[in-house]
């Protein structure tokens, strides 16, 4: 893709938008102490696969 030339594959903005909106979420529901370690909390889920693990989860309980 255009512009995307020496970016390992999940990296940039996309991502960076969803990790931040992620850790927002969890500062807010009181994890991570702080927004930086709610950003922690955001890429180790992130990136270990368990963010989709629970993306799925919800996806299948939605459609019982």
Known sequence: ??????????????????????????????MGGDMQGALVLARQALDSGKAREVLEKAAKETRA
């Open 1 to 30: 893709a255009h512009g995307m030339e020496g970016r390992a594959p999940g990296q940039g903005p996309v991502r960076d938008a969803v990790l931040y909106n992620a850790a927002a979420a969890l500062y807010v529901a009181g």
